[in-house]
């Protein structure tokens, strides 16, 4: 079955400093990956995703992501983090065999000080 | 001009009682969802309907049930309700159209339903 980790509950950072929020994968076949972030009682937001190509990804509000076949990882970047970066990110991955839903990650929230 | 929108926004409601929350989505997608985030944030597949056709069912209690009357609209009706049910119900949509197929969901602002 195809399922996403996400290791850490909360990443703290500074602002101005780069960030990183991780994932890892377990999928059978071409791993179809997604980030998603959700501002508080709010919906979410696609933000990027790899189907294919190039394994550096790059998306909304300056966010890129890294397709790691090797490690089996797809981590969530910025070089220079905003206090209004501060949300719950997930990752997800599709389920190719079950009509294309998502299999989403527990979530990381990132927390970006002045 | 909202993609999804998903009504009413917020339900309060007594353990007993039967409400419905409505989603419509106008990007032209022929695929529908929804999904339920509890009180941890975590997100979980309940539904999923293709061209009005159920195609996903999570195992979810009998006492909820979606209606889909046409590809742009998909509902959800939920039966004597529980103090579990209490969560944030969020519906979504994709074009799963091979040649159009883009991969990705798009969600509304979710129905946040609290059962007393």
């Known amino acids: 079955a195809q399922s996403v980790a996400q290791p850490e509950d909360q990443v703290n950072v500074a602002e101005g400093n780069p960030l990183t929020v991780k994932c890892t994968y377990s999928v059978s076949g071409n791993p179809y990956l997604f980030w998603y972030v959700q501002y508080p009682n709010r919906g979410l937001q696609f933000l990027l995703k790899y189907i294919t190509g190039d394994n550096l990804v790059k998306g909304s509000y300056g966010f890129e992501a890294e397709f790691n076949k090797s490690q089996t990882s797809f981590h969530l970047k910025k070089p220079s983090a905003l206090v209004s970066d501060s949300a719950l990110y997930f990752c997800?991955?599709?389920?190719?065999?079950?009509?294309?839903?998502?299999?989403f990650g527990q979530g990381t929230e990132l927390s970006v000080k002045p | 001009d909202t993609a999804v929108s998903q009504t009413p926004k917020y339900l309060v409601t007594q353990m007993g009682n039967d409400k419905s929350i409505k989603c419509e989505q106008n990007l032209g997608h022929d695929t529908m969802y929804w999904y339920k985030q509890d009180s941890k944030k975590f997100l979980k597949i309940m539904f999923s309907?293709?061209?009005?056709?159920?195609?996903i069912n999570e195992t979810v209690p009998n006492r909820f049930s979606p209606k889909s009357p046409d590809k742009a609209h998909l509902n959800l009706h939920i039966n004597s309700l529980e103090l579990g049910d209490s969560a944030v119900y969020f519906c979504?949509?994709?074009?799963?159209?091979?040649?159009?197929?883009?991969?990705?969901?798009?969600f509304g602002e979710g129905s946040r339903l609290t059962v007393l």
């Open positions: 309907y293709n061209n009005k056709e159920l195609i």
């Open positions: 979504a949509s994709s074009q799963s159209v091979p040649g159009r197929y883009t991969g990705e969901l798009f």
């Open positions: 997800a991955v599709r389920d190719g065999n079950q009509g294309g839903k998502l299999i």
